[in-house]
């Protein structure tokens, strides 16, 4: 029996055929791959979706800039949409799958050179495949004392990917977009542009000045469909002289509004360097039991159990994570003044371990996935202003919302500055079909509640694009869609990535 052959849309198996040779010629036969067993690994997603509705029709992995640039000749001349992936993780937005059925993945895990490392600047340059373990090593064996940011995932995804997703972490260098400087992007056309400063013939800081001249650039490239970017620069934050790590912890659930009001002036005075994570009791809970060992009941795990058996865990309804970095003379006037802040607010503030908030990479955040365990999980990643009152109503909404479709709220919601990042995980049994269902139509619930209260998504997977981009307002997606006709008149770069599609009014 002949395999199953997934198609392109619109693209007859003729000129799929003749696409494929092209791509085999530009990256040798090894390196295009069509097998179903080939491309498991592309079509196995997390999110609350069946995997055909996002099933790709091969893979090509390039290895280097001029791959790239042939492998788009041939998607140019044969209309085919093509979907690059970094490391291709991506957990719980979409993995390494398309927006759309039947697109070529393009994967970019084999361009994977460290080019540039100045351990003066404090900068890097690096391709998409680089691990965030990989620079981690890098530096390590070199005796480089730059430390680096990373999202929960961290050892097994890279820069590139999460940046350009708009990812966060848990250091001084939160905002990993904010910490990105100069990009080499392949156009759809095959041109390459070096935003930035890199278009200087003999540019000397592409990765020390992000603005160059004119429009500033570097975005219209994040959470995009307009280019596929090549090399970025990033920012290393220099190993602090020393740090400590605290925890302080509100033993009610309605103390989270005062956590927020405390924090909020403390960071936008500079006096807490790094976002500051609240994260809730059934959150905590999951990386020290699972669901079934606590309440087998249906519905939430009901809350007074979470804080009783929190409580034996040293477990409270909220627990604020956060650093000082700096020389011991530096942090000791900044703890004391946080410290005072929090225990006026009713904290109870600690010594805290957290590698993450200090260049240690671990595995240690999968816990979540065994909570209930079957491998489903969709974050719900919404931003709010940084007010208490905000924090409580984001709450109650989620809370509210996931309780109906029998689904715990484990939220994490971060202090950035001006703004609140709630990102709340929803985890769910993959292989029951009923569960599935249910934390679609939660999913699709909480986005539109959250949209009518004003707290905008500010990142989703591939299955929520298109609703998240209507959330946006006409006039946006007609600025993107002008944008995606210029710089990709054929449509072939990853059409539906954040809702953009070529076609349509
Ligand atoms: P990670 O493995 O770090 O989680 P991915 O490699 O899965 O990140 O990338 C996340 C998303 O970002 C992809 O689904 C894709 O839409 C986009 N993306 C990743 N790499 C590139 C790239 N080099 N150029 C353009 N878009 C990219």
């Known amino acids: 029996m002949s395999p199953r052959v997934v198609l392109p849309a619109g693209v007859s198996s003729t000129s799929f055929e003749r696409a494929l040779a092209g791509f085999q010629r530009v990256v040798g036969p090894a390196y295009v791959l069509r097998d179903p067993a080939q491309l498991l690994p592309y079509r196995k997603i997390m999110i609350p979706a069946p995997e055909d509705e996002h099933e790709p029709s091969a893979a090509v992995l390039a290895s280097s800039l001029s791959e790239v640039q042939g492998v788009l000749a041939v998607c140019n001349r044969y209309k085919i949409p093509i979907w ?10 979409g993995s390494a799958a398309p927006a759309t059925r039947g697109q070529v993945i393009l994967d970019l895990k084999r361009m994977d050179r460290i080019l540039e490392i100045d351990p003066v600047l404090c900068t890097a340059l690096v391709e998409p495949g680089v691990t965030y373990q990989q620079l981690h090593d890098h530096l390590k064996d070199r005796s480089i004392d730059l430390w680096l940011d990373f999202p929960g995932d961290g050892p097994l995804v890279g820069p590139v ?16 977009f904010a910490h990105a400087c100069g990009m080499e992007v392949v156009l759809a056309d095959g041109r390459v542009l070096r935003t930035g400063m ?3 013939p003999n540019g000397t800081c592409w990765q020390s000045f992000r603005y160059g001249y004119g429009p500033y650039l570097d975005g219209l490239f994040t959470q995009s469909s307009f280019g596929i970017v090549t090399k970025l620069g990033l920012w290393l934050m220099p190993a602090p002289a020393s740090y400590r790590t605290l925890l302080v912890q509100y033993g009610r659930d309605r103390d989270l509004a005062a956590a927020v009001e405390t924090i909020r002036p403390l960071r936008l005075r500079g006096v807490l360097a790094n976002p500051c994570a609240l994260t ?6 999951t990386a020290v039991t699972r669901r079934a060992e606590l309440f087998q009941g249906t519905g939430p795990v009901p809350d007074d159990l ?3 058996v929190g409580r034996q865990h040293g477990i409270a309804a909220w627990n604020a994570t956060f650093s000082l970095y700096g020389t011991p003379e530096q942090i000791a006037p900044n703890l004391d003044l946080v410290t005072r802040a929090f225990q006026s607010s009713g904290g109870r503030v600690s010594e805290y371990r957290d590698g993450s908030q200090a260049n240690e990479l671990s595995l240690s955040a999968f816990s979540l996935l065994d909570w209930v365990g079957g491998g489903g999980l969709t974050w719900l990643a919404t931003v709010s202003p940084a007010r208490g009152t905000d924090a409580a109503q984001q709450r109650d909404l989620a809370r509210g919302i996931l309780a109906r479709y029998g689904l715990d709220y484990l939220a994490r919601a971060t202090v950035h500055g001006r703004d609140l990042h709630h990102l709340v995980a929803m985890v769910f049994d993959r292989r029951d079909l009923t569960a599935m269902q249910q934390a679609r139509d939660c999913f699709r619930e909480l986005v539109a509640a959250f949209t009518d209260n ?3 998504v500010y990142r989703a997977g591939i299955d929520a694009m298109d609703d998240v981009a209507r959330s946006y307002g006409d006039t946006r997606r007609e600025v993107n869609r002008a944008l995606k006709r210029a710089l990709d008149p054929n449509g072939i770069l990853a059409p539906g990535k954040s809702g953009i599609h070529v076609g349509g009014a």
């Open 84 to 93: 690059p992936i970094s490391t291709g993780r991506n957990l719980g937005f």
């Open 161 to 176: 990917g999460n940046t350009l997703e708009r990812g966060t972490g848990r250091t001084a260098y939160a905002d990993h």
């Open 198 to 200: 890199g278009g200087l």
């Open 280 to 285: 809730n009791a059934t959150h905590m809970l």
């Open 306 to 308: 979470v804080l009783d």
């Open 454 to 456: 004003g707290y905008g």
